[in-house]
C-alpha cells in the first residue's frame, strides 16, 4: 500500500477525524483510491498534494464543512487541467522534422537572388577585362574544373605558362574588386 511522503499534508491531524498516523494513511489511501478510480491519472499523489495545499490555502480565508469532498473535488481538477494541458502540448507541438523540411521552401529570398546576380554580373565584367588567353585558361581552371596539367596538355602549353595566366588573373581581379 503506497504511503503519503513524510512531509504530506495528509499528517496534519486537523485533516482527519483521528489525529493518529493510522488514520491518516488510512484517508490518503482512501483518497487515492476514490481518485484513481474517477480520473485514471497515473500521477495521483501529485494531485492529492497540489489538492492538500489548496485545501490548507482555502481554509486560511474560510472554513470548509467537508474537506474531504474538497480534496476529492481538487485532485480530480487538477488530474483534469493537467489532461488539458497535455492535449494543447499535443496538438502544439512541432512539426515532424522529415515533414517540415518538405514543407519549406528551398528557394533564396528575393533580395538574396538580386544580391547574388549583381555580384555575378560584377563578376563578369572584371573577369571580360582579362586579356582572352588568360581569361580562356582562368575560366578552364575555375568554371570546368581542370587541373593545371589537363589545362597545359589541351592549350598546348607548359603548366608553368598555366600557373602564370592563373595567378595574373587572380591578380588582376583582385587589383579590379578593390573597389567595391
Given at each position: 500500500?503506497?504511503?503519503?511522503?513524510?512531509?504530506?499534508?495528509?499528517?496534519?491531524?486537523?485533516?482527519?477525524?483521528?489525529?493518529?498516523?493510522l488514520a491518516?494513511?488510512?484517508?490518503w489511501a482512501?483518497?487515492?483510491?476514490?481518485?484513481?478510480?474517477?480520473?485514471?491519472?497515473?500521477?495521483?499523489?501529485?494531485?492529492?498534494?497540489?489538492?492538500?495545499?489548496?485545501?490548507?490555502?482555502?481554509?486560511?480565508?474560510?472554513?470548509?464543512?467537508?474537506?474531504?469532498?474538497?480534496?476529492?473535488?481538487?485532485?480530480?481538477?487538477?488530474?483534469?487541467?493537467?489532461?488539458?494541458?497535455?492535449?494543447?502540448?499535443?496538438?502544439?507541438?512541432?512539426?515532424?522534422?522529415?515533414?517540415?523540411?518538405?514543407?519549406?521552401?528551398?528557394?533564396?529570398?528575393?533580395?538574396?537572388?538580386?544580391?547574388?546576380?549583381?555580384?555575378?554580373?560584377?563578376?563578369?565584367?572584371?573577369?571580360?577585362?582579362?586579356?582572352?588567353?588568360?581569361?580562356?585558361?582562368?575560366?578552364?581552371?575555375?568554371?570546368?574544373?581542370?587541373?593545371?596539367?589537363?589545362?597545359?596538355?589541351?592549350?598546348?602549353?607548359?603548366?608553368?605558362?598555366?600557373?602564370?595566366?592563373?595567378?595574373?588573373?587572380?591578380?588582376?581581379?583582385?587589383?579590379?574588386?578593390?573597389?567595391?
Amino acid at each position: 500500500m503506497n504511503q503519503p511522503p513524510e512531509d504530506s499534508p495528509a499528517s496534519f491531524p486537523d485533516q482527519v477525524s483521528r489525529p493518529d498516523s493510522l488514520a491518516s494513511h488510512t484517508l490518503w489511501a482512501r483518497l487515492r483510491r476514490q481518485l484513481a478510480r474517477l480520473t485514471g491519472a497515473q500521477d495521483v499523489d501529485d494531485h492529492l498534494h497540489a489538492a492538500f495545499m489548496k485545501l490548507e490555502a482555502y481554509r486560511a480565508r474560510e472554513p470548509v464543512r467537508n474537506p474531504e469532498a474538497f480534496l476529492v473535488r481538487a485532485a480530480a481538477n487538477s488530474a483534469l487541467d493537467e489532461h488539458r494541458r497535455a492535449k494543447r502540448q499535443a496538438s502544439a507541438a512541432p512539426l515532424d522534422e522529415g515533414l517540415a523540411e518538405t514543407l519549406a521552401d528551398q528557394a533564396p529570398l528575393q533580395d538574396e537572388v538580386y544580391a547574388a546576380r549583381q555580384r555575378l554580373d560584377r563578376v563578369r565584367q572584371g573577369i571580360a577585362q582579362l586579356p582572352p588567353r588568360t581569361r580562356e585558361i582562368f575560366l578552364m581552371h575555375r568554371l570546368d574544373g581542370l587541373k593545371y596539367h589537363e589545362i597545359a596538355a589541351r592549350l598546348g602549353i607548359s603548366q608553368s605558362a598555366v600557373e602564370k595566366h592563373i595567378a595574373k588573373a587572380a591578380l588582376a581581379l583582385a587589383e579590379w574588386a578593390k573597389g567595391w
